[in-house]
């Protein structure tokens, strides 16, 4: 039998539990692997808000660890490989959007956070040496979507100023590192002092406040915003963009519906774009990033399985400086 997370019943985390399943044998195409770390991530919140009466979901998007068994037509891993999850499935190629079959793991019965998971060997992907089961069971989603929204959408490179609201949280932290790895100025904004604070210990430019001028802070303006923040932060965001400059949106955490001057924008000739995790191509890229520019995930705090409920916890009351992981094995 294998520990699998489980959601289903209730709604929030009474209705989170391990749950003994059958072990489930690797196909052909498939390789099987003992999870040694998981990460949580907002989207693990969401699916927590449903109910999943009929439909149990095994929780969680990101994993990392070693592969145990392999099935007879998989090539490209062995026993023994330290491997990592691709959180989709569905997008080899990066395109303008997700084609209709994409899918993200921890939306149904295949989820991260189980002892032992089997995957197809085109989801996986080996580790890299330099991180730590931690820091690899914590990156894929977060670290993808920040840098499909930065690279792929926003277009920054060397000597751009970027702007991103809402310091702190998974996402947003990979963002400052990418921006800082590319070579942009980054500017962030929080309501702690102390995310403020841990965000200009990671190389950001300037801290601001959120009921702060941002540009008066930044004293000017910046080329791209990368908004998560959704209707608290979007007219501010706006605002500080130059004319011509962009805002790349993924995230809506305090509202989904925003109002804004239409003349204004086609005016100043500003670009809006959306954006959502990113591809297999995006993700090997990402990687291959992280591995040139030696970069390490924020780590906020690493929980042992049994007190899951209190990383989640941590993840709800927005606690966190980074990404919370949960040691599995």
């Known amino acids: 039998m294998v520990k699998t997370l489980i959601h289903s019943g209730k709604v929030g985390l009474q209705g989170l539990k391990w749950e003994d399943r059958a072990e489930q044998p690797a196909g052909p195409s498939e390789i099987k692997i003992k999870v040694k770390a998981a990460g949580l991530n907002h989207r693990d919140l969401f699916a927590l808000s449903q109910v999943h009466e009929k439909h149990p979901v095994v929780i969680g998007s990101d994993a990392a660890g070693v592969v145990v068994a392999v ?16 959180p989709g499935s569905g997008w080899r190629k990066n395109s303008d959007t997700a084609p209709e079959t994409f899918a993200i793991l921890g939306s149904s019965e295949q989820g991260a956070m189980a002892e032992e998971i089997v995957v197809s060997e085109e989801n996986a992907v080996h580790k890299p040496a330099q991180l730590s089961w931690e820091e690899a069971g914590v ?15 926003g277009g920054v490179s060397e000597g751009m100023k970027v702007l991103i609201p809402g310091i ?38 300037k801290g601001l406040l959120h009921d702060e001028d941002w540009v008066e802070g930044i004293g000017g303006k910046v080329d791209v915003v990368i908004e998560s923040v959704g209707a608290a932060t979007f007219d501010k965001s706006l605002a500080a963009v130059r004319r011509g400059g962009t805002i790349v949106t993924f995230g809506s955490s305090t509202g989904d519906l925003v109002t804004f001057d ?22 090997e890229a990402m990687l291959r990033f992280v591995e040139e520019h030696d970069l390490h995930p924020v780590v906020d705090a690493v929980y042992p399985a049994e007190e899951f409920r209190e990383a989640f916890q941590r993840l709800e009351n927005a606690e966190q400086t980074g990404k919370i992981a949960l040691q599995i094995g």
């Open 71 to 86: 099935g007879a037509e998989v090539t490209r891993f062995k026993i023994g490989d330290e491997v990592m999850l691709y």
């Open 262 to 283: 239409l003349r204004k924008f086609f005016y100043g000739q500003y670009t809006l774009k959306g954006s959502t995790m990113g591809s297999f191509e995006e993700y």
């Open 168 to 205: 702190g949280g998974g996402v947003a932290n990979y963002l400052l590192q990418f921006a800082k790895a590319a070579g942009a100025i980054v500017y962030v904004t929080s309501r702690s002092q102390e995310k403020l604070r841990m965000a200009l210990q990671h190389g950001a430019e």
């Open 139 to 153: 990156l894929s989603l977060s670290a993808l979507t920040a840098y499909r929204a930065l690279f792929t959408k």
